[in-house]
């Protein structure tokens, strides 16, 4: 007999699943369980859940089992469709980094050259007549202006192509 | 390329198997449907009583059954199913309580409980309804597995994730206190 469990418990365990106790029950294991506290709270506990068990199982109003089969169906079609999408969305992070890196490397590389062919877009697009003289006074006029409207450019350009994915 | 040619079975026609290793693919509809039939009210009791509140227990057996289906888990037969059925449930239950939200569990249902059942009670139910609020959930879970759904230490450790060496003692002390209640009529 551990602290935690009688050496008869078994057997009181096994009439109470049957449904023989207490009239099957044998008298000298009725006069155990009247004296051992262990098997009269089994008793007691046992017996109250038991028809708690019979008394709430016809209570529910269930759900039709096709209902649940088809919303099953669906959620794993939904996690698969997301399974196969999800290394197409690393492939696209992954060109985009890749795209950054060697936007940045050219920028690096040919820094001086495109500064120059910036300094020259002004002249060769005659902006000198749109925008006022006093403007083209200060050296980095030109790329004050057209560096913000090619990132703007490219800002809304993102934004537009992550709406477009969202709305896919 | 379509999405169709990418994964056949999964875009196929409703109701066909979509994978043999899940238990989705091992029942179809209909023995579902059965499996279904034979334990939702038991699990319904299980999560009404351990809750004690029939609308959540609406919810969580739904949403049970529909990730018991989707699991990619081999079972072995109803019984395994049943008790797989059950530790997906105690999962669920145990998310809810530790979800923060505006009322607690704890203060929520008895009277929603009362309320739909209309079912008269007997004089040990309604003893067990007041000593049931006074216990832990941990501890409605143990009784209710082991003398409502009848079963074993092994089986219980299985369905709630505890060690299977400690429910002898968790049980044994639920018990006691569950014993003491009821003889004082769930009044503690």
């Given at each position: 007999?551990?602290?935690?469990?009688?050496?008869?418990?078994?057997?009181?365990?096994?009439?109470?699943?049957?449904?023989?106790?207490?009239?099957?029950?044998?008298?000298?294991?009725?006069?155990?369980?009247?004296?051992?506290?262990?098997?009269?709270?089994?008793?007691?506990?046992?017996?109250?859940?038991?028809?708690?068990?019979?008394?709430?199982?016809?209570?529910?109003?269930?759900?039709?089992?096709?209902?649940?089969?088809?919303?099953?169906?669906?959620?794993?079609?939904?996690?698969?469709?997301?399974?196969?999408?999800?290394?197409?969305?690393?492939?696209?992070?992954?060109?985009?980094?890749?795209?950054?890196?060697?936007?940045?490397?050219?920028?690096?590389?040919?820094?001086?050259?495109?500064?120059?062919?910036?300094?020259?877009?002004?002249?060769?697009?005659?902006?000198?007549?749109?925008?006022?003289?006093?403007?083209?006074?200060?050296?980095?006029?030109?790329?004050?202006?057209?560096?913000?409207?090619?990132?703007?450019?490219?800002?809304?350009?993102?934004?537009v192509v992550y709406l477009a994915t969202e709305k896919q | 390329m379509s999405w169709e040619s990418i994964i056949p079975n999964v875009l196929a026609g409703e109701g066909q198997p979509l994978a043999s290793s899940s238990p989705a693919a091992a029942m179809d509809n209909e023995q579902f449907a059965a499996f279904y039939a034979r334990s939702a009210r038991s699990l319904w009791a299980y999560l009404a009583r351990v809750s004690r509140d029939p609308a959540l227990a609406d919810d969580l057996t739904q949403e049970s059954y529909v990730r018991f289906l989707c699991a990619d888990h081999p079972l072995d037969g109803e019984v395994a199913a049943r008790r797989y059925l059950f530790r997906i449930a105690t999962n669920l239950l145990r998310d809810y309580w530790r979800r923060p939200r505006s009322s607690s569990i704890e203060e929520m249902p008895e009277e929603l409980f009362k309320a739909k059942g209309g079912v008269a009670q007997s004089d040990s139910q309604a003893m067990l309804e007041p000593a049931m609020a006074l216990m832990r959930p941990r501890d409605r879970q143990l009784l209710w597995l082991a003398y409502a759904e009848g079963y074993s230490h092994h089986e219980i450790a299985e369905v709630t994730g505890l060690a299977s060496a400690s429910i002898r003692l968790l049980l044994f002390r639920a018990r006691r206190k569950m014993a003491r209640l009821l003889r004082q009529g769930g009044d503690a």
């Open positions: 007999m551990s602290p935690f469990s009688c050496v008869r418990e078994r057997e009181v365990t096994e009439l109470l699943d049957r449904g023989y106790w207490p009239e099957a029950c044998q008298a000298d294991l009725r006069a155990h369980v009247d004296t051992c506290r262990m098997c009269s709270d089994l008793v007691v506990v046992a017996q109250v859940f038991q028809a708690a068990h019979k008394q709430t199982v016809p209570e529910p109003r269930l759900e039709s089992a096709g209902a649940l089969w088809w919303r099953a169906q669906l959620r794993r079609r939904n996690a698969a469709i997301e399974k196969v999408g999800r290394p197409i969305l690393g492939a696209q992070i992954f060109a985009l980094v890749i795209s950054v890196v060697v936007a940045a490397a050219v920028l690096a590389w040919k820094g001086d050259a495109l500064r120059a062919w910036f300094a020259d877009v002004p002249k060769a697009l005659h902006l000198d007549a749109l925008v006022p003289a006093a403007f083209f006074s200060q050296s980095s006029g030109m790329a004050s202006i057209v560096l913000p409207v090619l990132a703007t450019v490219a800002l809304l350009s993102g934004v | -």
